[in-house]
C-alpha cells in the first residue's frame, strides 16, 4: 500500500504558476506509475498528466500539455505538478494517484487507479 500526501495548493493570479507536491509512504514508491487529475465544482474528475516508475516516460492531456509538467523524485517518494501560465479554468481540487498495475503512462481513467491522495485546491484568479 502507499499513502499519498498532496501539497502546494493556493491561490493565484491568472498567468501565474503553482507547483504541487505529492509525498507517498512506504519504501516502494519507485514501483508505482503515478498521475495527476483534477476535478472542478460540478464536474467529473479528469486526468492531467500520468508518469512511469523511472519518470522518463511522461503523458500529458491535451489541455495543460505545453503548460503543466509532471516530474518524480523517487529519492524522495515525490512527484511533482508543475504548473504555468496559469487560467481561472485551472481552478479546481487537484489530486494525485499511483499504481502498482499500471505500465502505461497514457492510462486516463480514475477507476484505474487504487491510491490517492486528499487533494489540494487550486484557485486562480482572472
Known amino acids: 500500500q502507499v499513502q499519498l500526501v498532496e501539497s502546494g495548493g493556493g491561490l493565484v493570479q491568472a498567468g501565474g504558476s503553482l507547483r504541487l507536491s505529492c509525498a507517498a509512504s512506504?519504501?516502494?514508491?519507485?514501483?508505482?506509475?503515478m498521475a495527476w487529475f483534477r476535478q472542478a465544482p460540478g464536474k467529473e474528475r479528469e486526468f492531467l498528466a500520468g508518469?512511469?516508475?523511472?519518470?522518463?516516460?511522461?503523458y500529458y492531456t491535451d489541455s495543460v500539455k505545453g503548460r503543466f509538467t509532471i516530474s518524480r523524485d523517487n529519492a524522495k517518494n515525490t512527484v511533482y505538478l508543475q504548473m504555468n501560465s496559469l487560467k481561472p479554468e485551472d481552478t479546481a481540487v487537484y489530486y494525485c494517484?499511483?499504481?502498482?498495475?499500471?505500465?502505461?503512462?497514457?492510462?486516463?481513467?480514475?477507476?484505474?487507479?487504487?491510491?490517492w491522495g486528499q487533494g489540494t485546491q487550486v484557485t486562480v484568479s482572472s
Open positions: 512506504g519504501r516502494t514508491f519507485g514501483n508505482y506509475a
Open positions: 508518469i512511469s516508475r523511472s519518470g522518463v516516460l511522461k
Open positions: 494517484a499511483a499504481d502498482s498495475r499500471i505500465w502505461r503512462v497514457d492510462t486516463v481513467g480514475v477507476g484505474e487507479y487504487a491510491y
